[in-house]
């Protein structure tokens, strides 16, 4: 009987991937509640992870975790992603750029599949190229609460909300006008990125990469992988979890996705997959509304 039970656990062993989607979230420290309620002001600007910084800090992330995000969608290419993402049992925040000129039915079946198949749906703005840059305070506003009256069916009792500024442009005066409204103040925002912002290195050895960069520059997204995977590595050695940012809209970006997880998956780390809500500190900051 000793004999089967033990087959059976071995057997369970083996089956266990190195990949797994974790729902159980860390907790923060006391020391990292005060550092990060420091200088912020509730619930926007929060600055726990820059672009690009090594020395940002994941809010509590393990060094084995890992949120995937995809901004500026959806679009016909986002489906693959889907499959992908499906594939390898995980789930990913999707920061979507719809608004009343472009919420068609096209876009919201494609909203639906993201919904049903349990990834979460994040606020990206209506208007990309004026969120990226200086805009009045009621057109800021205005663009946020588009995207919100979309997606406020789609995120759940439990769920978050998640804000990600396009470009990732923030100052402290968008931070208090979005303080001010009594809908938008919901939010947990800026969400920024430790994996995936610009290229980094030279085309032989990447230390970082950028989906629609790599596209521009026709790279592969074999190489352009590298680029994220190293990252990855570097934030691990660091003691540091990843918060990748990729673009569901772009064509290289569900090859690029597919050759990491694969790349991931072959590795000795144990490397397990959080949504961004479940964060440490995307979560304490939730409660200090
Ligand atoms: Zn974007």
Request: one cysteine or more; aromatic letters at 10%.
């Amino acid at each position: 009987m000793l004999k089967v039970i033990l087959q059976l656990l071995i057997a369970l062993t083996a089956l266990k991937s190195t990949i797994s989607f974790a729902q159980q979230s860390n907790t923060l420290t006391i020391e990292e509640k005060i550092e990060f309620s420091k200088n912020t002001q509730f619930p926007f600007d929060r600055y726990f992870c820059a672009n690009n910084n090594d020395n940002c800090t994941l809010g509590g992330m393990k060094k084995n975790q890992i949120a995937l995000t995809f901004d500026d969608g959806p679009n016909s290419n986002t489906l693959q992603i889907l499959k992908i993402l499906k594939q390898y049992r995980i789930k990913a925040t999707f920061f979507v750029t719809l608004g009343k000129r472009n919420y068609t039915r096209e876009k919201q079946d494609l909203l639906n599949q993201i919904y049903s198949l349990g990834h979460k749906v994040a606020n990206h703005g209506a208007n990309h190229g004026a969120l990226a840059g200086s805009v009045s305070e009621s057109s800021l506003i205005q663009y946020l609460s588009e995207t919100d009256n979309i997606i406020s069916n789609y995120v759940e009792r439990n769920d978050i909300f998640l804000y990600r500024n396009p470009g990732g442009y923030w100052n402290s005066n968008r931070a208090n006008i979005l303080n001010s409204n009594n809908n938008l103040r919901r939010y947990v925002g800026p969400i920024f990125w430790n994996v995936g912002g610009f290229i980094v290195g030279s085309s032989t050895h990447l230390t970082d990469a950028a989906d629609w960069q790599c596209q521009s520059r026709k790279l592969s997204a074999q190489d352009c992988m590298t680029g994220y995977y190293n990252k990855i590595i570097r934030n691990y050695k660091n003691n540091q979890g990843s918060l990748v940012l990729m673009h569901d809209v772009h064509k290289i970006t569900a090859s690029l996705l597919s050759s990491l997880l694969e790349n991931l998956s072959q590795d000795s780390i144990n490397w397990e997959f959080i949504l961004v809500q479940d964060i440490p500190a995307v979560q304490f900051y939730n409660t200090e509304l």
